[in-house]
């Protein structure tokens, strides 16, 4: 594919270089696993939305630009390379927004679509269970049909949901036909996570912050209006949230190439010593390759591929790749990490990177099974 950056696109790029050059916060927001931090965060994804650079490849009636995948890459990289905050609402505009694209209605799109560009409406993953993660199709919870109310009610727990301690919507698959097994018989519900009926509990991660939550529903009444896709049909519906989640919008290469330049500059200001130098340049080229591999991703999508199984790669490479490169960061400062923020905190969250978005086992199974045709692992 040509590289090359057309007219348009080059100043789509300077445009939002230039905004963001002067946007930025200097400092960077608390957590947002706080409270005052997600409220920060919040506030940070009005400001992006009101110079519609929050969801740019939304139509504009939803704050967005219309822009391509093109832009949006280019967007990516240098909201990255800018040191832009961490999207807090990430779980709706990369990983839910396409299903609603896909699977919801225009009420539904005009009703959930605004505010959760502004931010204003921040959105929670409720898919794994206490047994049901790696394995959702083995997912317990329940819905049954209110035929007098025109809706469901929910029953059970979900959890590992994060930031649903603060969020206000949460989408999550229940068991709406009981003779159902597995895949079949699955429905994709949204709810306002301070419904009746629904309990928060916060779980505190390994640094502490409780931004992760479990969620009990204990007889949740949950409208017709609020099911996304055919009832019955919610794993299809689900598997479309998936393949963004690990294909390519949840962890775009500008995160990665902004944390490689970082360690470069880290490895110079120790004083570029040569025992690191392979880690660091593995690290600089492991980006490079992301960000050329996704631009291969862009090019089949726009030749009107699919993303398909090629997506677990994506995500085994990504957050290997992370931990590597936090891994070096700490080995360059050595005992000066402890004291090194940033870079602490990015090591302990990429340490979750092989867990969520599916483990990397069963990303690595997929790629046996799917994509060089293996046999399948035993099961039972
Ligand atoms: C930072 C973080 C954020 C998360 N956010 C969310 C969220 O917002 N919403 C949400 O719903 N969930 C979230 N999760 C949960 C995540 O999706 C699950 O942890 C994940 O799916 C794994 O499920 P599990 O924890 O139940 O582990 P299990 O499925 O019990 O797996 C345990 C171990 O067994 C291995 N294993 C399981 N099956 C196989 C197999 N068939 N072959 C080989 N190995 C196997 C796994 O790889 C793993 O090492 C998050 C997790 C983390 C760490």
């Known amino acids: 594919m040509n590289l090359d950056l057309s007219e348009s696109e080059l100043a789509f790029q300077a445009e939002a270089r230039a905004w963001l050059a002067a946007r930025v916060p200097s400092e ?63 779980n709706g505009i990369f990983l839910l927004s396409p299903t609603i694209f896909e699977n919801g209605t225009e009420e539904q799109q005009d009703r959930w679509l605004p505010s959760m560009a502004t931010g204003e409406q921040i959105w929670a993953q409720a898919w794994s269970e206490p047994e049901a993660g790696s394995d959702l199709a083995s997912l317990r919870s329940r819905a049954e049909r209110d035929e007098e109310r025109g809706g469901w009610v929910l029953n059970g727990q979900k959890t590992w949901s994060s930031r649903a301690s603060y969020a206000h919507w949460g989408f999550g698959l229940f068991r709406s036909d ?11 519900f949204c709810f306002p996570l301070g419904a009746d009926g ?40 689900a598997m479309s949230t998936a393949g963004n989640e690990r294909g390519l919008s949840l962890r775009s290469p500008g995160r990665f190439c902004a944390t490689a330049d970082r360690l470069v500059d880290l490895w110079r200001r120790q004083g570029a010593p040569v025992e690191h130098r392979d ?55 050595g005992p000066a990490s402890e004291v090194s923020g940033a870079w602490t905190d990015g090591y302990l969250f990429s340490l979750s990177g092989p867990i969520y978005a599916g483990t990397n086992e069963v990303q690595r199974n997929v790629v046996a099974e799917r994509i060089l045709g293996l046999p399948r692992e035993a099961r039972g």
């Open 28 to 90: 960077p927001l608390p957590s947002m696993d706080t409270p005052e931090g997600f409220r920060a965060h919040q506030e940070w994804e009005a400001e992006l939305a009101e110079a519609r650079w929050a969801v740019v490849s939304w139509p504009e009636k939803y704050h967005g630009r219309d822009a391509s995948l093109v832009e949006w890459v280019i967007f990516e990289e240098e909201y990255y390379r800018a040191g832009a905050p961490g999207r807090v609402s990430q």
């Open 178 to 188: 009981p003779d159902s097994q597995r895949h079949h018989g699955l429905t994709y």
């Open 198 to 237: 629904i309990t928060v509990r916060p779980i505190a991660q390994l640094d502490g912050e409780p931004g992760f939550a479990e969620l009990f529903f204990d007889d949740v009444f949950v409208p017709d209006s609020d099911v996304l896709g055919e009832p019955g049909a919610g794993w299809a519906v």
């Open 279 to 333: 880690a660091v340049v593995d690290a600089w080229l492991g980006a490079e390759a992301y960000r050329l591999y996704t631009w291969g991703t862009v090019s089949r999508l726009l030749d009107g591929g699919q993303i398909g199984y090629a997506g677990s790669v994506n995500k085994v490479f990504w957050s290997d790749l992370d931990i590597a490169m936090h891994e070096t960061a700490l080995d360059l400062l």
